[in-house]
């Protein structure tokens, strides 16, 4: 993974669920994810799937991604090239998901970003630079385990590559 | 230190002594994907060359979201499990059989187990006093392959509940007060405990409907220690002999205990678009209803349709509402008809379903119109849950289901009971 991510903030309110990110009435598109990818988010925002574009950030509030199990809401926001979602919090089969198919997920204060700010993020250093308003926002580091699933590029490829689990 | 239930089951399948906070890899005894994210598992296992099955006989693929097929692409999306589970010989519960989590309870969950399942109401079985929680479809692909995965062993909440339910009040009204007292975050990472006398005097029918709802508070899983009437709904089922008792030691530490007194209860609803939306039905008295549904792993068991039968003997739904009633299992809905219930429902004017998720996973057998308000024994009323962003859920027991559906609109239940 980049140590660096560039991209434009598109700002979502609290208890965006999994229903508003990959509905329950495309149910048909699961096993066509690049299809089912130009519906993402557009149940919460008709517009968005249009507007978005590679290495942009979705910017939440809290108790992101509640609800369903559904990986493929994390894997189709990944595929409309976003490069990471920021939210004050995330439910919790979502933030494993999340990191199993590779999206990063940072829990931070988003507050302060705007719908159409540019966002610079150090994964490294665990600093949202918000580039419009010039101001530094720290993010809470991911627990070890996920971040050796996430540079192994999601949990499928974590096994691929160990053929078990190599956590410790 | 004394130990939750949670830290005492994690513990046992990590082979080692765990508390709140520590990660671990465990093995895991039951495996579950539906048909909404048993593909994906199997397209994920085939994609790293891992088509295979620690343990087929407790690994079951479910068709149940969208059972019978609504269309092509989901009729080719069920034979992907189909096809998994002949090369693997891992279960397939087939159309018709019913919802996952009630034939999980039914027939392969016993306590002490771990399962994961790829679907959040996995926590269901928590009421057997088994871990039993909702992951994804690569996490669970994983375990389906492996046998094992990796836990963070959670913090608990100790639900403890005292007293009495008034006529008209029951399980669904229960979780429901306690979502909305602790937010539809409030418990997240966490895991519930249910306790107290109240508890103990539960069925295990209306244990289910409790842990069922956990993750509605963003739990991971909702669970209830092993007691006699475990023992007998396991012997009843055939399986007395995997009974075990798991119960929370005296001294465990807690994160959080919240009391509630059960006699203070009223029959309760969750409005739109959130569960932790909470009122009482009497304050939501006259909203209109287009459609009721009563099912679900939720409140689609044979308890569940008495109670709603009762109400409904000899009357008939309002002209202007649909009724559709969806039995959890073939198992309840073979003793439904012979109790008489499922022809009350007909001659009540309800379209009956064959067992499966049916109308709450907004896949087709009762999508809301633009506007419409439907009055559902689910567990899960988000905007465009049940098919459209335009209709508006609201979440009950099946009593006050059953008398919203006579009258027309919302009423407390308590009214006709």
Not at chain 1, 133 to 155: A, H, R, W
Request: hydrophobic share 40%; proline share 4%.
């Amino acid at each position: 993974m980049e140590a660096k991510l560039n991209g434009k903030a598109w700002k979502f309110g609290d208890d965006i669920s999994t229903d508003l990110i990959a509905p329950g009435r495309l149910f048909h598109l699961r096993t066509n994810l690049p299809e089912l990818a130009k519906h993402v988010l557009e149940d919460a925002d008709p517009e968005f799937p249009k507007k978005v574009q590679k290495g942009d950030f979705v910017v939440a509030g809290s108790n992101f991604g509640l609800g369903s199990s559904r990986e493929h809401a994390p894997t189709i926001i990944k595929l409309a090239g976003v490069n990471a979602v920021l939210a004050k919090s995330f439910a919790r089969i979502f933030y494993r998901n999340g990191i199993n198919v590779g999206l990063p997920l940072l829990i931070c204060d988003t507050d302060r970003i705007d719908e159409g700010d540019e966002l610079e993020v150090d994964m490294s250093a665990g600093i949202v630079k918000d580039l419009t308003k010039g101001i530094e926002i720290t993010f809470s580091p991911l627990p070890d385990v996920m971040i050796k699933i996430l540079n192994d590029g999601g949990l499928a490829a974590h096994i691929a590559k160990y053929g078990d689990f190599n956590l410790d | 230190m004394g130990k939750t239930i949670a830290e005492k089951i994690i513990g046992e399948h990590a082979g080692k002594e765990v508390s709140a906070g520590d990660i671990v890899i465990v093995s895991v005894d039951v495996t579950a994907v539906q048909d909404g994210t048993g593909p994906l598992a199997v397209q994920q296992l085939e994609k790293i060359g891992l088509v295979q099955a620690k343990n087929p006989k407790r690994t079951v693929l479910f068709i149940d979201h969208a059972a019978p097929s609504p269309n092509k692409d989901l009729s080719n999306a069920h034979n992907i499990l189909r096809k998994f589970s002949k090369e693997t010989g891992v279960v397939l519960s087939e159309v018709g059989e019913g919802v996952c989590h009630q034939r999980l309870v039914e027939t392969y969950v016993n306590p002490g187990d771990i399962l994961i399942g790829a679907d959040s109401h996995t926590c269901t079985s928590g009421a057997l006093g088994a871990f039993s929680t909702g992951m994804g479809s690569t996490d669970v692909a994983i375990g389906i392959a492996l046998g094992k995965t990796w836990l963070r062993v959670p913090e608990t909440f100790k639900i403890n509940v005292t007293g009495k339910f008034n006529k008209g009040v029951y399980a669904k009204d229960l979780i429901l007060y306690v979502i909305g007292e602790i937010g539809a975050d409030g418990a997240t990472y966490k895991a519930l405990e249910f306790t107290g006398e109240t508890i103990r005097n539960m069925t295990m029918s209306e244990r289910f409907t409790l842990s069922n709802m956990a993750v509605e508070a963003g739990a991971k899983t909702g669970l209830i220690e092993s007691d006699e009437t475990t023992k007998a709904y396991l012997e009843e089922k055939g399986r007395g002999d995997k009974f075990r008792p798991i119960s929370a030691d005296g001294d465990a530490v807690y994160e959080r205990v919240i009391e509630v007194d059960a006699s203070e209860l009223e029959p309760m609803i969750s409005a739109p678009h959130t569960v932790d939306n909470t009122s009482t039905a009497k304050e939501l008295a006259g909203t209109k209803v287009d459609q009721v549904f009563i099912g679900t792993c939720t409140n689609g068991r044979l308890d569940d349709l008495g109670i709603a039968a009762e109400i409904l003997k000899g009357k008939h739904r309002h002209p202007d509402t649909r009724l559709i009633v969806t039995p959890a299992s073939q198992d309840v809905y073979l003793q439904a008809l012979k109790a008489g219930y499922i022809e009350t429902f007909v001659k009540a004017g309800a379209a009956v379903m064959a067992p499966g998720c049916g109308a709450c996973v907004g896949v087709h057998q009762g999508i809301l119109a633009d506007g419409e308000v439907c009055l559902a024994t689910q567990n899960r009323n988000f905007k465009g849950r049940m098919g459209n962003t335009e209709g508006y859920i609201y979440l009950s027991s099946p009593a006050t289901a059953a008398a919203s559906a006579i009258a027309g609109k919302i009423v407390d239940p308590r009214e006709v009971l």
